[in-house]
């Protein structure tokens, strides 16, 4: 079974930085591809950036290209998210989600098995 724990959330002012980390972890872990995920209160989940594991190869959503980077570290089994320039609506519980199969829909829901349990954060105006 694959654990993934993010980190890295808080409270920031608008135009401020958080990084998050989302560290993966259990027996034999592989993924093909990892990525980000979004959910603000009382919307549905969103799609934030993905990266494919062997290549590097990177996916954004439109609400974010430009201020959101994604990137990983193989050895440490670690992905992580800079966010940049934040905005009040950047706000929301930010999930971790990995597949170890499926080297398409990068920015689909459904096409990642693993999940993390989710951090918070907050941009004040």
């Known amino acids: 079974q694959v654990q993934l724990v993010e980190s890295g959330g808080g409270l920031v002012q608008a135009g401020g930085s958080l990084r998050l980390s989302c560290a993966a972890s259990?027996?034999?872990?592989?993924?093909?591809?990892m990525g980000w995920f979004r959910q603000a209160a009382g919307k549905e989940r969103e799609f934030v950036a993905a990266?494919?594991?062997?290549?590097?190869?990177?996916y954004y959503g439109d609400s974010v290209k430009g201020r959101f980077a994604i990137s990983r570290d193989i050895a440490k089994n670690t992905v992580y998210l800079q966010m940049n320039s934040l905005k009040p609506e950047d706000t929301a519980v930010y999930y971790c989600?990995?597949?170890?199969?499926?080297?398409?829909?990068?920015?689909?829901?459904?096409?990642?098995?693993?999940w993390g349990q989710g951090t918070e954060v907050t941009v004040s105006s």
């Open positions: 989600a990995s597949d170890p199969i499926a080297a398409y829909g990068y920015s689909m829901q459904s096409s990642y098995r693993d």
């Open positions: 259990g027996r034999t872990f592989s993924s093909v591809k």
């Open positions: 990266i494919s594991c062997s290549r590097g190869t990177t």
